[in-house]
Structures are given as C-alpha cells and as structure tokens.
C-alpha cells in the first residue's frame, strides 16, 4: 500500500503567497559521500526542479530561491566557477521543465556582477519564460540584503537630491518601491534546509512577518514531502501580525461574513 503523501493535508486555499527558500549543505552532502564540494550543487540541482515543480503543481504565486549570495565570491575560484557553469547548464537545460509547467522566472541581485555568459543566459531565459502566467521563480543571484537596502538608500538620496521625493515622504511604501523586489509580495514562509538556525543576510526587510521554517535536511536530499511538510507546518501556525489571538479571530470571522 502507498504511502500517503503530505500533499493530501495542504489546504490548497491557504497557500502561503511567497515561499523564500536558502538552499544549504550542497558541500557537507558532498563531503559525506566522499565527493568534491562541486558534486554537491550538482545534485542540488535535482532539488531545484522537484521543489520548483512541486509549487507549481500546489498552485504557489511565488518561489525564490537563494542561489548565490555576494558573500559567495569569496569562496575558492574553481568553486565560483562550477557554479557559474551549473547556472548556465542548469537554465538551459530546465527551459522545457519552465515552459510546461508555465513559469516565469526573474532574478534579483547584483546581476551585473555575473560572468557575462552566466548573466548572457539568465537574461535569455527571463526573456523566453516572460509571457508564462503560473508561479513566479526568483533567483537571487549575487544578492544579499544589506547591499540591496545600501542601494536603495543611495537611489532614495539621489531622488531626494534631485527634488523627486520629500523627506518626510519616505515610510515603509515607498522605501519598499527602491528594493529589488519592488513587485514581488513579501514572503510568508522562509526555508533554510541543513540545520543551520540563521537567515544568512537573505531578503532581511521582506521577511520582517515571514514565518521561518528550519530543517536538518540537506539541500541535495530536500524532497517535494520536505517541501509539503514545510507547507503543512506554515498552514498550522497562527499568524497575529502584532495583534492578539482574540484580534485575529474577530478579524477572520468579519471576513468569513462579508
């Protein structure tokens, strides 16, 4: 008798809008097996197209996913350019998977920063994948989130300089609209996989409300049932926003009457 998937227990019309995933462990799954660090991500690649097939099936808007941070440059070359190659390979050989399953890829980051065969292809898949209408995928590549609000400090300085924005005017909406993800809804679940309990400089202002998910698996064995578990833990958990138990449930039940 199959086993019973934890799909069956996803209340399809609770779906979290945006899940934010840190992709962790490609190198200590490698070193375990007794393989090159590099053999790792290549695995890991295999995790990208279930997770990513997984939350287009579910009916997920949108899925970004931590694939190389601007602290990453600072690992060893041979490593840097393994996983450039593995970008480039990888976009090239997932666009019939994008197309069928209607995907839209973007990417956020220092993108300019990127090998121009790497950034060459990312441009090119975005490009092809533009008119799809299902999930959304983000790649945040060369990205961190110190140096994408470090930006939009100097373009609000700059607008502010040039007479385009009132100090006073500056809040929480239109700091929002200099950040990368200007067009992007806030995640409301944040996965880290490998055991690791830290959010890494990952998307450190849209997270401010996300709910964060932490498991032992390694990236390379992450698996759609670890995807629908995450999913099922999000689904069983009260979000208040800063208000009470008692707020939320008035607030749900004048929802339910309108």
Sequence with gaps: MAQASLKDRIDLSKLPAHVAIIMDGNGRWAK???????L????????????????????LAYLTLYAFSTENWNRPKYEIDALMRILVKSLHKEMNTLMKNNIKLEAIGNLE???AGSRR????????????????????L??????????????????????????ENIDILSFTRFLTTRNIPEPELLIRTSGEFRVSNFLLWQ?????????PVLWPDFSR???????VDFQQRERRFGMTSEQINKLEQKMHRR
Excluded: C
């Design 32 to 38: 375990k097996q007794g393989f090159v660090r590099t």
């Design 40 to 59: 790792g991500h290549e695995r890991g690649v295999d995790s990208v197209r279930n997770t990513v097939e997984a939350a287009a099936e579910l009916g």
């Design 113 to 115: 920063s990127l090998p």
């Design 121 to 140: 292809e990312l441009m090119k898949s975005i490009k092809t994948t533009s008119g799809n209408t299902g999930l959304t995928l983000v790649l945040a």
């Design 142 to 167: 060369s990205y961190s989130s110190r140096w994408e609000i470090i930006e939009a400090v100097k373009s609000i300085v700059n607008e502010v300089r040039e007479g385009k924005l009132e100090i």
């Design 207 to 215: 997270i401010a409300y996300a709910e964060l998910y932490f498991t």
């Design 225 to 231: 049932e670890d995807f629908y578990a995450a999913i």
